[in-house]
């Protein structure tokens, strides 16, 4: 994830102090109330201690499109995305929500670095079984998993060069990221009050 800005100026300070001076009139375009792009919105505003304009949008394209045309000012969305836009300098990376600094950006601070402290919010995705499963079956499906994504072949295939990927982590370990992700985004939720309409 990252959150990009078509504004002057280089260091990631400045745009945060530049957005928290703006407060309301800096407008957060997201995919629809609850999507991630959006609680990762509301989540930046408690941090920093203000409440951007929201602005919905039916996908990412025509949000880009207007991030480019300057009528909103911010939002968060995968690198992967943006590649080209950013590769010709029209966009500018603030900085990546993961907890590490991606290979392809070494010099890019992630948002925690840059003055959002303890802000994470990178996607993640799993397999799951029905409760009961065996566990001699979670493990083997797992150990697979992991042979799977860890094949060069397949990850220059299949995955996104602009994405750092930490493959197939312990079944135990991956319930916990779940338990933890749930009671962390359910508390934005309802700090928020959001409602899906």
Same mark, same amino acid.
């Given at each position: 994830m990252a959150t990009l800005l078509p504004l002057p100026g280089d260091a990631p300070k400045q745009y945060i102090d530049w957005i928290k001076s703006k407060g309301a009139q800096a407008n957060f375009a997201h995919g629809g109330v609850g999507t991630n792009s959006h609680l990762c919105g509301?989540?930046?505003?408690?941090?920093?201690?203000?409440?951007?304009t929201f602005v919905a949008y039916r996908?990412?394209?025509?949000? @880009?499109?207007?991030l480019l045309g300057g009528h909103i000012q911010m939002m968060i969305?995968?690198?992967g995305?943006?590649?080209?836009?950013i590769e010709a300098g029209?966009?500018?990376? $603030?900085? @990546?929500?993961?907890r590490q600094r991606l290979p392809q950006y070494p010099d890019l601070p992630t948002l925690s670095e840059s003055g959002l402290p303890n802000f994470e919010a990178?996607?993640?995705?799993?397999?799951?079984?029905?409760?009961g499963t065996p566990h001699e079956i979670v493990e083997k499906l797992s150990a697979e998993t992991q042979k799977i994504f860890a094949d060069p072949a397949f990850r220059e295939k299949f995955l996104d060069p602009a994405v750092t990927f930490s493959i197939a982590s312990p079944p135990e370990q991956f319930a916990e990221r779940m338990r933890a992700? $749930?009671?962390?985004?359910?508390?934005? @939720?309802?700090?928020a009050n959001l409602k899906v309409e």
């Open positions: 509301v989540m930046m505003g408690n941090v920093l201690g203000f409440k951007p996908g990412s394209a025509p949000a @880009i499109t207007d969305v995968a690198v995305l943006l590649r080209q836009n029209k966009l500018k990376l $603030l900085g @990546i929500g993961s990178g996607s993640w995705y799993g397999l799951v079984a029905p409760k992700d $749930l009671a962390k985004w359910g508390k934005v @939720i309802k700090d």
